[in-house]
């Protein structure tokens, strides 16, 4: 073991001397006039022929990477920006579940902090007492819908009513009703008629007997007169019993038409209450807050029931530029997101677009110390970070920064900017 500690340090003693030797060739070289080489021994001189080309070698390969290291400087561009920090906002407002009528709680199906979907259930309010107005509105509606659908049947002169298909399934009895209705009506008008044409064939067989007596003047002219008013009288009265049960029903069904259309909108809005009565979620988001949890609970009407905090395919960034750096931003601006939450050299950044920029400074006290900056905000092209199969979810409030690109430089630019800031400042002091 001591052997070879002995061996390595006299072999770096060697290399030391060695280099010692080329140093004091170099320098012996360096202080050499040209007249005094032919006097020099040629082992001496090939020395320091030797020397001589290495050290010129190493003069022009520091001099080849100085010039290309300009030359890369001056055209490797790049990207300028603009930092700013800021936090996620929502990209939409809180969004506030309430209910217009209010009523009792029946039944909870959501937590704070669950995430919910679109048109998911949320809760439900007891539906008791607007389904039993419902009900009862639906029964009356429609019964006038077959009523109505009578009356439209007499007026217009037809021998069989034609019901809605909704009301022969739901309301069959009404229906058959109806119908007697209808039949016992056109009895009596068919009674009516028999017995003005009974009177209308009897005074139409005494005209026709008459002419001839009235022709060989056995009767006089006025009794053929009288006998045909009368049998015009009886002509009109059977038009006009005719007449009279079309305008009767048709009277009637006006009326009806227009009960049944107020009841109509009557039913809509029932029937919308009774959809309210079950809340579902507008978006898709985090349920935030929660006002009412006590099933059995009263839900006064237009009260604040529950808060969701929207989710968005995209994100909403709120960040806050020092006015020394607002020049060069403006709406359109391509700008890199990064979360602080998520190692950026792990989880990378999130693309993003400059939206907006206040229109004049935001003063804002943090620490008991005035801050003024401009506001922008940076909407993103992804809501989240990772993979599709493993997305990592980014809410608001989480803290990010942002680089916002304005612009591209040559790495020589940046190089000379301190130089050049100095040339313009010095030399001016009093």
Known sequence: MKEAIKSKLKTIANKFAETKNKLDINVERSSLKDEDLPYLDDKKLAILNESSFWANALLYAIGAFIIVAIIWAKYAIIDETTNAMGKVIPSSQVQVIQNLEGGILSEILVSEGDVVEKGQVLLRIDDTRFASSYREARSRYLALLATTSRLRAESLGKDKVEYPKVVEQE???????????????????????????????????????????????????????????????????????????????????????????????????????????????????????????????????????????????????????????????????????????????????????????????????????????????????????????????????????????TGKKSVLDYILKPFLKAKERALRER
């Open 171 to 405: 309301a069959p009895e009404v229906v058959k009703s109806e119908d007697k209705l209808f039949e016992f009506n056109q009895d009596q008008l068919a009674s009516n008629l028999k017995t003005l044409e009974k009177s209308y064939e009897l005074a139409v067989k005494e005209l026709d007997i008459t002419k001839p007596l009235v022709d060989e003047g056995l009767m006089s002219q006025l009794e053929l007169l009288r006998l045909q008013r009368e049998v015009n009288d009886l002509e009109g009265k059977i038009e006009s019993e005719k007449d009279r049960f079309r305008t009767d029903a048709r009277t009637k069904f006006n009326e009806k038409d227009a009960e049944l259309s107020a009841l109509s909108e009557s039913i809509l809005a029932m029937e919308d209450r009774m959809v309210r009565t079950t809340i579902k979620s507008p978006v898709k988001g985090t349920v935030k807050k929660i006002n009412i949890s006590t099933i059995g609970g009263v839900i006064k009407p237009g009260m604040d029931i529950m808060e969701i905090v929207p989710f968005e395919d995209t994100l909403l960034i709120e960040a806050k530029v020092k006015p020394s750096d607002i020049a060069f931003i403006h709406p359109g601006q391509e700008a890199i997101v990064k979360v602080s939450a998520y190692d950026f050299s792990i989880y990378g950044s999130l693309p993003g677009t400059v939206e907006y920029i206040s229109a004049d400074t935001i003063e804002e006290d943090e620490n008991r110390r005035e801050e003024e900056f401009y506001k922008i905000l940076v909407r993103t092209q992804k809501n989240a970070l990772g993979t599709e199969e493993k997305p990592l979810p980014i809410i608001p409030g989480m803290v990010v920064t942002v680089d916002i690109l």
